[in-house]
Each structure stands twice: as structure tokens, then as C-alpha cells.
């Protein structure tokens, strides 16, 4: 099916069902009477995590709430993929562009990971969260990724699953094909995408990267990349050999 753009899409947590009344959050409301203009009769899809993606229609417009009216079932819920995405903490602007671009790439989970040479050290993971559903909204993607709180980059290698595959993005490897790097990993594995700070990692996280099992050391070419250039790069990489991409 293909998708209706011209219909606002919205993330709803309310329970979604045939023929359902939805009452939007104050800032869903303004959005869609104060900024969209929109009217009575217009199309909304509604989705979230558990009810999957639903057609509906406003109903009941106001300054204090807009009403939905849902109409019938589009799409089930789908699964979270197997791709997680793990990265050093960035200043606001470049970590909301990386949120953004993360999601779209078709990521299950975000997690920040505090390292020796991480520069920011305080997240606001209300607004990663936000981010995050604004770009499921765009990219027509049911399921919206969880946020994990920050961690240290040793508890996030202990919390590894014994068939987990850790790509580790570093710009000290050798510059070979990543595509061959990856083609190594097998279906359905899961797998843990990490990028470092901007000040790379230390010998001593490399050192503990490189013993972990189940690593591949992914080069992203000859140029240094920016953090948050380097998520799009890494997982577009990894969606092609392992993901959704073909």
C-alpha cells in the first residue's frame, strides 16, 4: 500500500481500534488546529508500537483538543529490526540531526555510550525521544525506536548477548571494503552499530573493543568523518549487506 501523504501522521499511545475515538495531546492538537489549519474530515494516520498504523479522521477540531475518529486498519504492528546504534554524546544540534538520520536508517534502538574522550556529558533524552517519533512520523515507520539511557562503555559490552555482533567503526583500520567486512554477518543475528566521540577512542577502550567476540572492525574510508556523518555512513553500509536495504 502505498502511503497518503497528504494525510497528517501522527504517533499516538492511546489504544488504536476500529471506529475509536482519539483524543490528541495538547501539542498534537495545536499542531494540527493552530499550525496545520486543519479541518474537520481530514485524513490522519495514527500508529504506534503496539496497534500498528491506523486510518482515521478528525472528527472534533478546538484550541483545547483535536479528536480522531479511526477508521480502519492499514498496516499491523511490526517488529523492532535487529540493528541498535550506539554513539558518544554530542553537542545538542549534531545529536539531534544524528537521532534523526539514525531513525530513518531504520534503527531498533539508540543508546549513548560515555567514553574517555567524550565531551558532552549531560543528554536530554526527552528531546532524543521526541526526535525520534518526529522522524517515524516522516518516514512512514511504524515502530518507533527505543531510547536507552546513557551507559558506560564497558556496561554496554557487558550487556552483549552471546550471538550479538558488534560493528566497531574505527578510523585507525585499514582501509578495506565494508561491504566485505560485513557480508561475514549471518541473518537474523543482532547487531550493535558503535561510533566514538569526535576525539576517537582511547588504547585502551580500542584495545577492549577489539577483544570483545563476535567484532567486526568496520573502516569508513580515508577521510575522517563528523559523528554524526559517521552514523549515516555506518548503517547505511549495514543495511545494505544485513538490513532492509537492497
Known amino acids: 500500500m502505498r502511503p497518503d501523504h497528504r494525510a497528517h501522521r501522527l504517533y499516538v499511545e492511546a489504544s488504536l481500534r476500529a471506529d475509536a475515538d482519539v483524543v490528541l495531546s495538547p ?9 496545520m489549519r486543519a ?3 481530514d485524513a490522519v494516520i495514527a500508529f504506534n508500537n503496539l496497534d500498528g498504523e491506523w486510518r482515521g479522521h478528525i472528527a472534533e477540531t478546538g484550541r483545547k483538543a483535536v479528536t480522531v475518529h479511526l477508521d480502519q486498519a492499514l498496516r499491523p504492528p511490526a517488529p523492532q529490526g535487529r540493528i541498535s546504534y550506539y554513539f558518544a554524546p554530542l553537542k545538542q544540534a549534531r545529536l539531534d540531526y544524528m537521532v534523526q538520520k539514525a531513525v530513518e536508517m531504520g534503527v531498533a534502538r539508540l543508546g549513548a555510550v560515555m567514553t574517555q574522550h567524550t565531551m558532552v556529558s549531560r543528554l536530554n533524552l526527552e528531546r532524543m525521544q521526541a526526535n525520534a517519533v518526529e522522524a517515524a512520523e516522516q518516514c512512514t515507520m511504524i515502530a518507533v525506536p527505543e ?3 546513557e551507559q558506560k562503555l564497558e556496561a554496554m559490552l557487558a550487556r552483549r548477548t552471546a550471538d550479538e555482533v558488534l560493528v566497531f567503526c574505527d578510523e585507525t583500520a585499514p582501509v578495506t571494503s565494508p561491504l566485505q567486512a560485513l557480508a561475514a554477518i549471518g541473518p537474523d543475528r543482532p547487531i550493535s552499530v558503535l561510533v566514538g566521540p569526535e576525539g576517537g577512542f582511547s588504547d585502551a577502550e580500542r584495545a577492549l573493543l577489539l577483544a570483545q567476540s563476535n567484532v567486526i572492525v568496520l573502516s569508513l574510508g580515508p577521510r575522517i568523518l563528523r559523528a554524526d556523518t559517521a552514523a549515516v555512513a555506518a548503517l547505511a553500509f549495514v543495511q545494505a549487506v544485513c538490513g532492509d536495504i537492497t
Open 27 to 35: 501539542e498534537q492538537s495545536h499542531y494540527l488546529d493552530r499550525v
Open 39 to 41: 479541518k474537520i474530515g
Open 147 to 149: 531510547v536507552l539511557a
